[in-house]
């Protein structure tokens, strides 16, 4: 449906949104948002088919599971701008009686949303899940799940892995955001993982990596790879390689913006740095 | 004084079982998932007669939920099977989070719950479980009393949308509900009118209660029974309708007093009509190895103890 050119162009609207949803209520997690900004934006209106409008099923379409749901900004941006809902409504993150929960939920009925998810580890074992609903529905479209780097130090996540493989769930594509941050500083001073891509293949998944995570162009061409790789009896795991914080300078390649809002003039040298393109909310 | 007659003991988790083969033949949508306890769950059936519809996890019960959250996205109506500490305690922010708050349409089945699983011992023997399961938002909390109760509420939870824990046993226990009397989510079931005192009791001590009852008539005291098998939402109005006529309670359950069923209905008697009450139940505790009876019987859950609490409470009118 769309070009490079105009992929690049709604990114930069969605950083803008993300930047100012989280100034606006003084919270949130913009780090993590803006590194999985390109890949949001190509997954939506590029990789998944998927129906107009929405309905929990979500039977004949491709669906997407956030397992990390702390970077909820990026999520609803990407979501409002797909169509799901109004992106006035992104004006009431996080306040009271809004549907834009700090943690994306079911339970206040937002569009687009088919799981609550913030606490972490639990989201591959949902889209396995729908993955084999998709099965036994005979319904060949494929689940697409996120998950930073840090989650994969919650233990369920490689139950969830084990599973895929012994199961044989090949309509799964997983994406891991390596951005290599989590809150108390970097993952390998946090709690060191090893090879995540060796842990993978040796958990027997087919692993394709995406060196420049927020290179649209490149994430077209992975995911296009990861997807020819689905229906051959292996999970698909994609290594996203992303920076923290990707185009507001200095949010970038620190953990320091994970879960904190820029001042007013950190937004204003934020916005400046991405230029209104589509309109802001 | 109306009396039931036990057709022969049985286990409550076979009435699992044989409600969840009857499930497999009349609702395609009904799945089922088990952590490595198909036998123990009586799921052997459902597994080999639907084999495309059941799910081995292995030992791993947080995916086992997780996935069942994700098979409801679809249409699916997912049955987890593992013992209730693992059902429970274990997962309690899977469920919390994909299942509960996520509204998703997961059954929750959970054998070997309480001190009747036995000698395996306290790590197993859960008996926290209704309380954290009716605290979470949304969850409906069941504990059939027989064999054929828990068949029937297995099949009715397959019509009722949204989140349920259907709790049961290991031990067999005495069989009297009429087979095939139709289940009904949240209406406690009058088993004996009485005047003098109002036994509620759910699970298994629902026939420990009809027990004491008989002794008590022999007594000379009318024993009210009341059949509790839906905790949450709980029948608020029978509870109240019988404590008018009897003014005295006495509940009575295989679980900790803190949480339970006895907790449910004090909060109940506290706002609407505040009525002497006494607990059968564990009193905050953890369980030990031992058999069912003598279990039962230490940790003061038989018709001798609902008999003692009737007395105490009736004094206390």
Known sequence: MSNTQQLEDLVIQVRRDILRMVHKVNSGHPGGSLGCAEFFVALFNEIMDRKEGFDMDGIEEDLFFLSNGHISPVYYSVLARAGYFEIEELNTFRLINSRLQGH???????????????????????????????????????????????ELQEGQNWEAIMYAAAKKVDNIISTIDLNGQQIDGSTDDVLPMGSIKGKFE????????????????????????????????????VLLKTVMGNGVDFMMHTHAWHGKAPNDEQLAIGLAQNAETLGDY | MKTYTNTGNKDTRSGFGAGLTELGKTNENVVALCADLIGSLKMDDFKKNHPERFFQVGIAEANMIGIAAGLTIGGKIPFTGTFANFSTGRVYDQIRQSVAYSDKNVKICASHAGLTLGEDGATHQILEDIGLMKMLPGMTVINPCDYNQTKAATIAIAEHHGPVYLRFGRPSVANFTPENQKFEIGKALHLIDGTDVTIVATGHLVWEALEAAKTLNEKG????????????????????????????????????????LGESV??????????????????????????????????????????????????RK
């Open chain 2, 266 to 315: 004090a909060r109940v008697l506290a706002q609407h009509k505040p009525t002497p009450q006494e607990f059968v139940a564990t009193n905050d505790t953890f369980g030990e190895s031992g058999t069912p009876a003598q279990l039962m019987d230490k940790y003061g859950l038989n018709s001798a103890a609902i008999v003692k609490a009737v007395e105490k409470v009736m004094k």
């Open chain 1, 104 to 150: 994306p939920t079911t339970h206040e009925g937002l569009p687009g949303v088919r799981i609550a998810s913030g606490s972490l580890g639990q989201g591959m074992s949902v889209a396995l899940g729908a993955a084999q609903a998709k099965k036994l529905n005979n319904d060949n479209h494929l689940i697409y799940s996120l998950h930073g780097d840090g």
């Open chain 2, 221 to 260: 005291v009318s024993a009210e029974v009341i059949n509790i098998h839906t905790i949450k939402p709980l029948d608020d109005k029978a509870i109240l309708d019988s404590v008018t006529k009897t003014r005295c309670i006495v509940t009575a359950e295989e679980h900790n007093y803190l949480g339970g």
């Open chain 1, 202 to 237: 040796a958990f027997g998944w087919t692993v394709i990596e995406i060196e420049e995570g927020n290179n649209i162009n490149a994430i077209l061409k992975g995911m296009a790879d990861a997807k020819s790789k689905t229906g051959k009896g292996k999970p698909v795991c």
